[in-house]
Structures are given as structure tokens and as C-alpha cells.
């Protein structure tokens, strides 16, 4: 009977999916447990070996839970819109759906034949309609709430009208923009209905605001900072400027304490909840207001050091704060402008890591200091951020690094309020200086007492305040793009009005180009059919716009991140047409008890996901405030590049060996390329189609009949050519081998390096495993009763297994399923009370094979349903010891002995052994000396 993978595997893919083995159901008496994935962009370029490493690992624990008698919610979808799809549009007039419906084909083909025990009745694909429906109907429940600070939660905008309708907003505690305005009830009832809708878009947890935006001129669109890279777009690395948009907005704010509160509760990675603390950056200091000269303008900045007020010999704006033109006098105006200019060419990303490069620009202004009334100059540098605080600072250069390079870059005064402290080797970082200076009611205080004092004198004069501040900001909710959910948004008189969300889902449209509009609208700018009509509830002609009845829909559709915000809950009834997911469902399975997914999605996808949760949660849609319980990052699986050289100037390579000295430029090519030996089939490459004329012509130079290329271990990247296909492995070794290899690589957490040849080890151990139930006869599995050591080695690897995999240990699991193979194969192992639960052990693993052996062995159905099997503690406890004795302190044979024995009765079998007796020759030993356990030593 031959080991024949690639039908073994095909055959039980295809029973598990027409017979659905891995459907969970909503309602179960067993426990439940939900493994997640961050699910998938499917790009065209399908998977690579790096893409399953996750899935492999969250499949594993799904089938071990499946084992222990769980009902198991593993599912699978698609995050389905983004800016390939779009881009692709663009190139070739394809509409994104078709591109993306094609790349979902490959990636679920893929995604099969690797064995995963997803469940596929449930899948989800953000472009669709049926699922988009929700993001719209999510943004809607956001505009139409607001965030009570005394409630510490999101409530109905309609509880705000009410007290704005009956005492103003003097007292109301929310979250809200900075510039509101008080009003009275009166006030409130003689304003217009925009006027009123403006009020209350100051408040809503998603509104309409002129924000500092990453805009991509060339892709046409707004940028998140993760999309950006060194400066330029992620995808085809095009300048990004800073510039001020009308923007969609996401209050994420709001809820910056209770993102920070609520990573107390969950079972996430110390580096993760590190990388969000950073980002929500919570700090607690003053809100000081300084005048300006000669200007009714009041620049606010945030300190976390009010102690140093007098300190401050300058203030620094960020050169996009609003106050920069107000401000700047006559004379400093053009070089004011062209920094400005200068600045916007550059993203925050580089601008916050840049700490050597000091620039800046003085406005011509003074602000008045609180307490001195001494004229403190007003520049603009980079280094401080329109989105951070409030976009000024006031400078300390005694106390703050960045402050003190900058004073002395441009030679402004730096007045030292720190005792015994030589500000030219200062410790910046030291916080308990004592503080002296110009003021009596701070000299002599260390940190904590002056900052104290500090704010109640700014109180006391009017002009600050203590106060908690976060770096987080509210996260821009448009882009200009078409691909991608359209917003459940028109527009009367410009106010912003929602789509009831009984006529949703709002399709997207169809254009003729992807592109924005020759105006620079965005794309859907393109539709000829994109207006709501209010009387008949549905998406109309745009000529028949009259402003009365038939109005202007919202041409900006929502960012990738809308989608992944609540995909999980999605997962829980994901047909349902009435509500995300029913109250039933929702309670039964509440949430992810096991989430996998990269650790580059710390401050983006969790983040906002952590956001969109608990808004659902406080709106009573979902019953807990934390979607994940456990989450796990897996490492990446790198590949190894290869390099030719060529030398500047010329279409000639020189060989890796040749370079020494030369000026060469490092090119990646594809290491299909390349053997084992590193040398280049230089025919290969010259006819690659995809080079086209870039080597045909080229002279390789060889050094010993040979090209040499370079090699480097980096991300697989199909820019790189490095990229190792799942299909090719799956098709030599199978995917049980592939799935066994990628655990045997390291612990799931770490980067490794993949190399095809080392997936020969796995693949023969999987045939030794064959070989262990089967031989060229047939199935040799026996009802044999099993001998003591086979019990052993069992109940060990039981016992190994099981811990390795509740600690996400699966490479050590492969280590252990080897060595028991090893032994059970020396052992003639053939009975089948032993061999039957080594394949359960197995079958997470190393799904295909498992299935298989456990049908030939007589099993109706799936492995994946058996019990997994128990640990005995009693079959690795030794009945019996295999003592040396010896005579004088030499070994001269072994004896085995009952480990109950007592140390008079092991002396006495010991002694009357016919090898003692030859030992001894007739003489009476001196001594016996008896270690129960260990050891006999007969000294005669």
C-alpha cells in the first residue's frame, strides 16, 4: 500500500467539503471556542509560503479543539476592497469586482488544498453588498450618537437634542470639536435646521471637518500612515504631501481612555499592548493659553511640564497650525510660505522619526508670557505636528531636547530654571530637578510639587488648566477612490443627511473611469446615475437633481479598515438579513477566544476593530467590549533573495566573487534562477519574458566557468523574486508536509527563513509514518496488545503533544511526533490500541494522512470528530530497574529488579545471581552497599 499524497489529499478535501466536516452551529450544548484569523486582501498574486504560516497554526488548535469535544467556529473570508483592485481597474478598464473575484478563486484554491478546516458556509467578502450593508448601517448608528462623558459612553444624538432644547449645552460633558460655541435653550430653538445640524455635527462620533490629510497626488487619494513608506505611497512609491481636506471623521478619540483600560483585560502580546499604549499616548499635565501681541489670536499648547512655564524662551507652531498665516508678519511671510511649502512634502511618519535635521521659520510674532508678560518669539518647525496636542508647543530648551537643538540652531536665548544643571550636557530625561527661576511660588519644588503648584496659579490667572490629554487622534474616514463601500450619505443645502437604513445597502455605481474627475472629484465624481430620491427611496439619474426632492450623494467612499472593524461579529450569522448577527448567536458565541494575525496590524486594524466594538457594545449590538480574548502574532517566514551585479554604466554582471572594488548596482532576480549552489542559469533568465530586453543583450562575466550571485534573507516579495509558491510544494511534498514544515521552522512568533530543501526531512518522516501502519502488503495494524514500552512512548508524546500545543509550541510537536515514530518503529509497534490515538495526536498537523490511515483502519466518518486521546501518568512510572553492579566500584553486569523491592531483598537476589557467585569465587564479601533505585556495589 503506497504512500500516494497527492490523492490521498485531493480525496479527503473533497469528503470534507461535501460532507461540510467543519460546519459549527449556533446553538450546541458542547462549549463553544471561536479561532479567528485576520482574514485576507486577496491580491493577484495568490499566496506565498509565508501566508499560511498563521493559518497552519490557528488550524492546528481548531482541530485539538475540535478533539476535546468543542464546537468550533474556524472561519474564512475576504477583505475585499482596496487600492490594488482599483489600481488594476485603472490600467487595464477591468472592474475591481472582476480582478477580485478571480484573485478570490486562486487564494480559495490555495487555501483547499493546504487542508484548512474552515468553515466556508460562513464566508464574508467586504465588496459584497450583503455584508457592506452593515458598514453603512454601522456609520449611520455613528452618526447618530454622540459620546456622554459623565457616562463614559455613546449615547443616541437625539438625548443631546433634548437638553440642548431645554438648558443649551453649557452643561454638557461630551466629546466634541474644541471651537463649540455656548448657547442657551432660547439660543438653541431660534437657530435654522443647518444651523442646528452644524451644532451637532461638532458632536457626533463621525462627522464632516477640514483635516490635515496624507494626499497622494498621482494615486488620487488620501493615505493612511501605514500605506505610507520612507515618504512615498506603499503602493508604487509616489510622493505624499500633507494638505487640508473636507473629511469624513471617526470620534475615536472618545474612547482613548477606555482603549487603554480595556488592554488590562485581554490576553494580548506585551509588545502589542506596548505599540497601542504608544499610540493612544495618554498624558497628564496643563492647557496653558498664551496671547499674541498685538493680536487678538490665543495659542493653546498642551504641557505635560507646566513647572518650566519659565523656562520658555520661544514657542513653535506646526507649519500647518491655522494660526501660522494669521500671524506671520509682512516681512517673514515668504520665507514662512516656502517652508510651509516645503513641509507638506513630507509625511508626519518621517517627520516624527527625523530627529537630526533642525528647520524651521520665524513668524515675526511674540506671544506674551502667563506670569512675566515678557515677549516669547513664535516660530514654526516641523518637529511639531498640526494633529499632536494642539499643534504649538512652548519651549523649554533647558528641558527638552528637541527645544534645546533647535535654540541653538537658531540662536535663540535659553534660560536655565534647574538648579546646579549645566544645560550644555543636560540630562534631559532627568525629571526630578529641583526648579528655580523667576517665580516664588515655584523655587525650590521638585517635579511633582511644582507641577501642582504650576496649575493652580495658571487657574488662578485664567489662562490654563489641568488636563489629560492623548496623542490618538480621530481617524480620517475618507477616500477617494471607487472601490470601496459608498457612503449611506446625501446632501441638502451641503449638511449631510443618512440614507434610512431600511433602503440600504447604497450600491456602488458603475463609471467609465476609476480615475477622478478632470475637476478632481473623487472617482464615483464619474457615475451618471449617483442621487437619492427621497420620495422614492432609491438611487436615481443625476440630472434629475432639483435640491427638493432629489439630491447630491456623498462621492467618497469609506477606507479598507471599515470592513475589518466588525467582521468577526459578522462571522457569528453572517445570512442574516435583519441584523449583523442575531441576539442568539451573539450570546452563544460572544467572542473570539483565539485571534492570529500579524503584529503590523497593532495600531491600525486593532485599533480601530478595539473602537468599533465597544461603540456596538454601548449601543447594545454586541454583548461584550472586547472582541478578542487571546491574541497571537506569527512571526514571518522570510525568503532568500539572489542578486547579479551590474557594473555602473554598463549592461554587464559581474560574478559575486568579481565585485571587490567595482561599482556595481545589486539587482534581484528570480531564484528559480538559481541552484543549490548559487550559481545563475543565465540562459533562463535572458529568456524570461517578464525581464524582457534587460538581460538579452547583457554580458554576465564568470568567475570559474560560473556566475555566483549574492544571496540575503528577506520578506518574500514578488518585487524581490523571492517568493516561494504554495502550489509547487504541494504538488512535490504535499500538504501535510508543507503545513508540518512551516511548524518545524521555530516557535510561531519568530522570523525564519525558509529553504525548499529542508521540507525532505518532513516528508520523509511522513512516509516512515506510512510505513509504521502499512507496508507494500497492505495495512499491517494488529489487535496485538501493547507492550510496556509502546504504552510509554505514547503516553509521553500524549502528554508532549498536548502541552506544546496549549502552548503554542507546534515546532517542538514535530520534533516529538518524529522521536515517537523513531521509537515505535523499534519497537515493532503494531498494535492498534497504541497506533489509533498516535494518529489523533497527528491529525492536526498532518490532516490528509491521518484521515486516511484512520479509514484503513475500519473508522466510518472523520478523525477530526475522535476524542482526543487521554494521558496516563502510570505508564511513564518504571515498575522496574535496571541496576549496574558492581564489584570494588567496577559495573561487571546489569540486573533487572521490581522497583518495590526492599533493600534486603534486592541484596539478597542479588547475591545468589550465578553471576555473583562467579564474581565472588567462593569468597564472602566484606560489605553490600544497596541504593534502591540506582545502584549495587558488593565490596569484597
Not at 462623558?149 to 454638557?172: C, H, P, Q, Y
Not at 516681512?331 to 511649502?341: G, I, P, R, T
Not at 449590538?621 to 522570510?638: C, F, R, S, T, W
Request: contains cysteine; glycine residues 6%; charged residues 25%.
Amino acid at each position: 500500500m503506497k504512500y500516494d499524497f497527492n490523492q490521498i489529499e485531493a480525496r479527503w478535501q473533497k469528503y470534507w467539503a461535501e460532507n461540510q466536516t467543519f460546519k459549527a452551529v449556533n446553538y450546541s450544548e458542547k462549549p463553544k471556542y471561536y479561532v479567528l484569523d485576520m482574514f485576507p486582501y486577496p491580491s493577484g498574486a495568490g499566496l506565498h509560503v509565508g501566508h499560511p504560516l498563521g493559518y497552519i497554526a490557528s488550524d492546528i488548535y481548531a482541530r485539538y479543539k475540535r478533539h476535546q469535544g468543542f464546537n468550533v467556529l474556524h472561519p474564512q473570508g475576504y477583505d475585499s476592497f482596496g487600492l490594488p483592485a482599483e489600481q488594476y481597474a485603472i490600467q487595464t478598464g477591468q472592474h475591481p469586482a472582476i480582478t477580485t473575484k478571480d484573485n478570490i478563486a486562486t487564494y480559495r484554491r490555495q487555501l483547499d488544498q493546504i487542508g484548512f478546516s474552515f468553515d466556508w458556509s460562513r464566508e464574508v467578502r467586504t465588496s459584497n453588498a450583503s455584508y457592506y450593508k452593515w458598514t453603512q448601517w454601522i456609520f449611520i448608528q455613528l452618526f447618530n450618537s454622540w459620546f456622554n462623558n459623565d457616562e463614559n459612553k455613546a449615547e443616541d444624538i437625539s438625548t443631546l437634542e433634548v437638553i440642548f432644547a431645554t438648558e443649551g449645552n453649557a452643561k454638557v460633558n461630551a466629546v466634541c470639536d474644541d471651537a463649540v460655541e455656548l448657547f442657551s435653550a432660547k439660543e438653541w430653538h431660534d437657530y435654522t435646521s443647518e444651523e442646528k445640524q452644524q451644532i451637532l455635527l461638532q458632536y457626533r462620533l463621525t462627522y464632516l471637518a477640514e483635516t490635515e490629510v496624507n494626499w497622494c497626488p498621482v494615486l488620487g487619494t488620501v493615505l493612511a500612515n501605514d500605506e505610507i513608506v520612507n515618504g512615498v505611497s506603499e503602493r508604487g512609491g509616489h510622493p505624499v504631501i500633507r494638505k487640508k481636506m473636507t473629511q469624513w471623521s471617526m470620534r475615536i478619540s472618545a474612547y482613548a481612555e477606555r482603549l487603554l483600560q480595556g488592554l488590562e483585560t485581554i490576553d494580548w502580546t506585551d509588545s502589542l499592548k506596548e505599540s497601542q499604549r504608544n499610540w493612544i499616548g495618554k498624558s497628564v499635565g496643563a492647557s496653558v493659553s498664551f496671547n499674541v501681541k498685538e493680536n487678538d489670536a490665543v495659542i493653546e499648547v498642551f504641557t505635560t511640564r507646566p513647572d518650566t512655564i519659565f523656562g520658555v524662551s520661544f514657542m513653535t507652531l506646526a507649519p500647518e497650525h491655522e494660526l501660522v498665516s494669521q500671524l506671520t508678519t509682512p516681512e517673514q511671510k515668504a520665507e514662512v510660505d516656502a517652508y510651509v511649502l516645503a513641509t507638506a512634502k513630507r509625511s508626519e511618519r518621517d517627520r516624527m522619526a527625523d530627529v537630526k535635521t533642525i528647520s524651521g521659520a520665524f513668524t515675526g510674532a511674540y506671544a506674551e508670557h502667563p506670569f512675566t508678560k515678557e515677549p516669547i518669539p513664535i516660530w514654526i518647525g516641523d518637529y511639531v505636528l498640526a494633529g499632536y496636542g494642539t499643534g504649538a508647543v512652548m519651549s523649554v530648551p533647558c528641558g527638552d531636547e528637541r527645544d534645546y537643538a533647535f535654540a541653538k540652531h537658531f540662536n535663540i536665548p535659553i534660560i536655565n530654571i534647574f538648579e546646579g544643571v549645566d544645560i550644555s550636557e543636560s540630562a534631559f530625561s532627568d525629571k526630578d530637578k529641583t526648579v528655580i527661576g523667576n517665580s516664588d511660588f515655584l523655587n525650590g519644588m521638585n517635579y511633582k510639587k511644582a507641577t501642582k503648584r504650576a496649575i493652580y496659579e495658571l487657574e488662578q490667572i485664567g489662562q490654563g488648566k489641568g488636563k489629560t490629554n492623548y496623542r490618538l487622534r480621530d481617524a480620517v474616514f475618507s477616500r477617494q477612490r471607487y472601490w470601496g463601500e459608498p457612503f449611506p450619505v446625501y446632501y441638502v443645502k451641503g449638511m449631510p443627511q443618512m440614507i434610512d437604513a431600511a433602503h440600504l445597502p447604497i450600491k456602488l455605481p458603475e463609471v467609465e473611469k476609476y480615475l477622478p474627475t478632470e475637476t478632481g472629484e473623487p472617482p464615483l465624481g464619474n457615475a451618471n446615475v449617483w442621487a437619492w430620491d427621497t420620495e422614492k427611496n432609491e438611487v436615481v439619474s443625476n440630472d434629475k437633481i432639483n435640491d427638493s426632492t432629489i439630491f447630491p450623494l456623498e462621492l467618497n467612499t469609506m477606507p479598507g479598515w471599515a470592513g475589518s472593524s466588525f467582521y468577526f461579529n459578522r462571522y457569528m450569522d453572517p445570512t442574516n438579513e435583519n441584523e449583523i448577527a442575531s441576539k442568539e448567536a451573539m450570546d452563544y458565541w460572544k467572542d473570539v477566544d483565539l485571534y492570529i494575525g500579524g503584529s503590523e496590524h497593532a495600531t491600525g486594524h486593532l485599533l480601530y476593530s478595539r473602537f468599533w466594538q465597544k461603540f456596538l457594545f454601548d449601543k447594545g449590538v454586541v454583548p461584550v467590549d472586547e472582541y478578542a480574548k487571546k491574541l497571537i502574532n506569527q512571526g514571518m517566514i522570510l525568503g532568500t533573495s539572489a542578486f547579479v551585479y551590474r557594473k555602473e554604466g554598463t549592461n554587464t554582471y559581474l560574478s559575486l566573487g568579481l565585485i571587490e572594488g567595482k561599482k556595481v548596482q545589486p539587482i534581484h532576480v528570480k531564484v528559480k534562477y538559481i541552484n543549490a549552489s548559487d550559481e545563475l542559469d543565465i540562459e533562463g533568465l535572458k529568456s524570461d519574458s517578464e525581464f524582457g530586453e534587460d538581460y538579452a543583450d547583457a554580458e554576465f562575466i564568470l568567475e570559474n566557468g560560473v556566475y555566483k550571485v549574492g544571496r540575503d534573507v528577506e520578506k518574500m516579495s514578488k518585487s524581490k523574486y523571492n517568493v516561494v509558491n504554495p502550489d509547487d510544494i504541494v504538488k512535490d511534498y504535499g500538504a501535510d508536509s508543507l503545513r508540518l514544515y512551516e511548524m518545524f521552522l521555530g516557535p510561531l512568533e519568530q522570523y525564519k527563513p525558509w529553504n525548499t530543501a529542508g521540507i525532505t526531512g518532513v516528508h520523509s518522516f511522513l512516509k516512515k509514518l506510512w510505513k509504521l501502519y502499512a507496508d507494500d502488503n497492505g495495512l499491517k495494524v494488529t489487535n496485538a496488545a501493547p507492550t510496556k514500552d509502546n504504552l510509554k512512548t505514547l503516553h509521553k508524546t500524549i502528554k508532549k503533544v498536548q502541552e506544546d500545543i496549549e502552548n503554542f509550541s507546534f515546532n517542538t510537536s514535530v520534533s516529538t511526533f518524529m522521536i515517537a515514530v523513531n521509537e515505535l518503529g523499534a519497537q515493532k509497534c503494531t498494535s492498534k490500541e497504541v497506533l489509533e490515538p498516535l494518529l489523533i495526536l497527528i491529525s492536526p498537523y498532518a490532516p490528509h494522512i491521518s484521515e486516511e490511515l484512520w479509514n484503513q483502519l475500519g473508522h466510518e466518518g472523520s478523525i477530526s470528530t475522535a476524542e482526543f486521546p487521554k494521558f496516563e501518568a502510570s505508564h511513564l512510572v518504571e515498575s522496574s530497574k535496571n541496576y549496574p553492579i558492581s564489584f570494588n566500584g567496577k559495573m561487571r553486569f546489569t540486573m533487572e529488579l521490581p522497583m518495590d523491592m526492599s533493600k534486603d531483598d534486592i541484596e539478597a537476589a542479588v547475591l545468589a545471581n550465578e553471576k555473583t557467585q562467579e564474581q565472588l569465587a567462593g569468597r564472602t564479601p566484606k560489605k553490600v552497599i544497596v541504593v534502591p533505585g540506582k545502584i549495587v556495589n558488593i565490596v569484597g
